[in-house]
């Protein structure tokens, strides 16, 4: 299964001379924990809300004048929307990240997947292997 079906279109992007400010309120209104810094279709770096916290606001930044530029996460890894689930799953650990921008084969933000999208579909799969053992034991389903 290829992570494409799991990628959330609807990425909370930002340019990197946008404001910590204007990130975290669209944080907010979005109801999401980061934004993808983007130049040209091409994500260029990502900002979680834990990074305004410590980058910004912790240092006694103006979140007004400082720039997503001044405080993203560079160079961000990303996956191919080719990739499989057991990629996410290894990148996350291997790194210790919680979100994966995802792009096409120009490099191009398709989506982003979630440590939380991972684990939903994971227990949809153990759900599933339930079922399957408790038709092979004959019990009943559950309601």
């Known amino acids: 299964m290829t992570i494409d079906a799991l990628v959330r279109r609807d990425v909370v992007v930002l340019s990197p001379t946008s404001s910590c400010q204007q990130a975290a309120a669209l944080m907010r209104d979005r109801n999401v924990g980061c934004v993808v810094v983007v130049q040209e279709e091409e994500p260029v770096g990502i900002v979680t809300d834990r990074d305004l916290v410590t980058r910004s606001m912790a240092p006694g930044r103006d ?6 530029q001044e405080i993203m996460s560079p160079s961000p890894i990303f996956l191919s929307q080719k990739r499989n689930l057991n990629d996410v799953v290894e990148t996350m650990r ?4 919680r979100r994966l921008p995802v792009v096409d084969a120009q490099n191009r933000l398709k989506g982003i997947i979630a440590i939380d999208d991972v684990l939903i579909e994971l227990s949809h799969q153990l759900g599933a292997l339930g079922v399957a053992i408790q038709r092979e034991l004959g019990l009943p389903s559950p309601p």
């Open 63 to 68: 979140p007004a004048r400082t720039l997503l």
């Open 94 to 97: 291997e790194l210790g990240i």
